[in-house]
């Protein structure tokens, strides 16, 4: 039985936030890996220092050696404080080398490299506070674990039969020797050994990607929420936690920015069946979410409402669209090379409408732009739009849902510009101005789920 266990920011991110991460690790029976992100506040700290020119070295130094160093002094002693301190001296060496070199600043992969060094520090101060504890422990980096990735700067995504075969390797052995590894998040090494970052919040994924890869029976995200909610609490005060949901209705809320769970958690787990359990490391003994391949069905047509604010639907009118599908290749060629995210399409004869992000109008109407004028009749952009998200399992296999979430869409005097269904089978998602989307996620959440 091995159990892979995640540690965002906030559950490394103090003396007392470790040493409760080092006992929920220690309550784990059977064979036990974490993943674990730099402490919070560090990632943004070498983010901003990479931003801004004008930032010295030391000073962005010393601000790590603090932080790091002081729950050292707090929590380990002896032997142990000293081992920690040189191999942390020996990585922020590196680091401080990697800094004050004008030459690395060129390589393309420089800002991920700077940006995933926190985790090599909070990995390092977890195993050793583990070792305090009375427990074998080893810090690994995702070089040293074997975590391969593949992709462009800041957007890479892990090799899963490589990565499969080095943690086979480089971490199996000590999980068989009752060690328990802790192994950096957020990175992997790309096909030159270098770091490549999985995107901000990537750690969630790494863990995914490693319990994949050893073939885990469990992965538990500890995390500084309760879990997957039927709303935004801010929102809707009554939202409650979901105890249990299947792969593609978390996927769906968490693309969604749930902000709960990376959005590229899943696919991994997904894929092997692993369930995943997301869990307060603040509240241990709360149920969480569990994520998992079946579901007993509890006949709860609708689990969460969602919504995503700042969008815009561009519309783009050409005569007879739908007999002409080069046109709609052309159109969504300009899309790609925009480079934008698309969060609905949707088509009629003469109309192709698209969503995508406020800032992104520009960029994507410049593209668009490059069509022959001969070819476009008209594009108009609507801002200021948010999409709904209805999620639940059984939605679109029972007969008149989609009229009593619409009803209830009514009811808050919302006008629906946009609609996508079917695309997904466990979400219904609607575009509606804005300003209606709160008083649309209230009289949902109300209808469906409760006050
Ligand atoms: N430390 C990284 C970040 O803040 C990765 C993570 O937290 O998952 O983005
Ligand atoms: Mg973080």
């Known amino acids: 039985m091995i159990t892979v266990l995640k540690f965002g920011g906030t559950s490394v991110g103090s003396a007392e936030a470790i040493v409760r991460s080092a006992k929920i ?3 784990e029976g059977g064979g036990r890996v974490a993943v674990v992100s730099a402490m919070s506040g560090v990632t943004n ?4 220092f990479l931003e801004d020119e004008n930032a010295h070295v030391e000073d962005a130094l010393a601000l790590l050696e603090k932080k790091h160093k002081d729950v050292a002094n707090e929590l380990l002693e002896g032997e142990l404080l000293r081992g920690f ?7 922020m060496n590196a680091l401080r080398d990697l800094l004050n070199d004008r030459d ?8 991920d490299n700077i940006s995933s060094q926190g985790e090599r520090f909070s990995t390092l101060l977890l195993s050793y506070v583990l070792r305090s504890m009375g427990h074998g422990s080893v810090a690994l980096t995702s070089e040293e674990a074997g975590i391969y990735a593949s992709g462009s700067p800041g957007f890479g995504t892990a090799d899963l039969s490589k990565t499969s075969a080095g943690l086979m390797m480089n971490v199996k052995p000590l999980i068989l020797k009752g060690v328990i590894p802790i192994i950096t998040g957020f990175y992997g090494r790309n096909s030159d050994g270098r770091p490549l970052t999985f995107g901000r919040g990537g750690s969630d994924y790494s863990a995914a990607v490693v319990a994949n890869g050893l073939d885990a029976d469990f992965l538990e995200i500890w995390t500084d929420v309760d879990g997957f909610m039927s709303a935004d609490p801010r929102i809707v005060p009554g939202a409650i936690v979901i105890d249990e949901m299947n792969f593609g209705e978390a996927a769906e809320l968490a693309y969604l920015g749930a902000k709960v769970l990376h959005p590229r958690t899943i696919e991994p787990v997904r894929m092997k069946h692993i369930p995943l359990k997301v869990k307060n490391s603040f509240k241990p003994d709360s149920p969480g979410t569990l994520i998992h391949h079946l579901r007993s069905s509890k006949n709860e047509m609708l689990r969460s409402v969602a919504s995503k604010a700042d969008l815009s639907i561009i519309t783009v009118s050409s005569s007879e669209i739908a007999y002409r599908p080069r046109m709609v290749a052309r159109i969504i060629d ?4 925009a480079g934008v995210v698309v969060y609905a399409i949707s088509t009629s004869l003469s109309t192709v409408a698209l969503l995508i992000n406020n800032p992104d109008v520009k960029e994507t109407l410049k593209h668009l732009n490059l069509i022959a004028p001969e070819d476009i009749e008209r594009i108009e952009v609507k801002s200021n739009m948010a999409l709904i998200c209805a999620v639940g399992d059984n939605l679109l296999s029972r007969c008149g849902v989609s009229a009593e979430i619409f009803g209830a869409v009514y009811d808050a005097g919302a006008n629906v510009e946009l609609i996508s269904e079917g695309a997904s089978d466990v979400s219904l998602n609607f575009v509606v101005p804005t300003d209606k989307a709160v008083d649309v996620v209230r009289t949902l959440h109300k209808k469906f789920v409760g006050e």
């Open 25 to 27: 690790i220690l309550m």
């Open 45 to 48: 700290h070498l983010v901003k």
């Open 85 to 91: 301190s040189d191999e942390f001296e020996r990585r």
């Open 104 to 111: 690395a600043r060129k390589d393309p992969y420089f800002s």
């Open 334 to 337: 300009k899309i790609a090379d």
